[in-house]
């Protein structure tokens, strides 16, 4: 995941890049060049976390739940919005989603920019 990854669509860009921080992964995420959130990939005593900042404040911290060469998934079934994120590795691209049920709500297909 790490380096700048970006998803294009008729409704909006969505970039994502993730930078090496020691042994946690820092990314930033925007909407249309716009800032929507800071989240962080940390090892921690229970295993690792996924933790987003949103610019309003909001903190979520997401679990490790799945972890192959090609999937990782975090979940927070407390979360009042996606319960879930999961990144697949697809070729050179990262397929990045989430949801509240067993289905994804919003996916996005990344290529490296």
């Given at each position: 995941?790490?380096?700048?990854?970006?998803?294009?669509?008729?409704e909006i860009?969505?970039?994502?890049?993730?930078?090496?921080d020691?042994?946690?992964?820092?990314?930033?995420?925007?909407?249309?060049?716009?800032?929507y959130?800071?989240t962080?990939?940390?090892?921690?005593?229970?295993?690792?976390?996924?933790?987003?900042?949103?610019?309003?404040?909001?903190?979520?911290?997401?679990v490790?739940?799945?972890?192959?060469?090609?999937?990782?998934?975090?979940?927070?079934p407390?979360?009042?919005?996606?319960?879930?994120?999961?990144?697949?590795?697809?070729?050179?691209?990262?397929?990045?989603?989430?949801?509240?049920?067993?289905?994804?709500e919003?996916t996005?297909?990344?290529?490296?920019?």
């Amino acid at each position: 995941m790490e380096g700048c990854w970006e998803s294009v669509s008729a409704e909006i860009t969505l970039s994502e890049c993730w930078l090496r921080d020691g042994q946690a992964l820092q990314g930033q995420g925007r909407i249309d060049d716009e800032p929507y959130e800071n989240t962080v990939i940390a090892p921690t005593e229970e295993g690792p976390r996924y933790v987003v900042r949103r610019p309003d404040g909001v903190t979520t911290t997401f679990v490790v739940t799945k972890a192959t060469d090609s999937v990782v998934r975090f979940e927070n079934p407390e979360n009042s919005a996606a319960t879930w994120i999961e990144y697949r590795r697809d070729g050179d691209g990262i397929t990045g989603s989430f949801g509240t049920g067993s289905e994804a709500e919003r996916t996005w297909r990344f290529t490296r920019r």
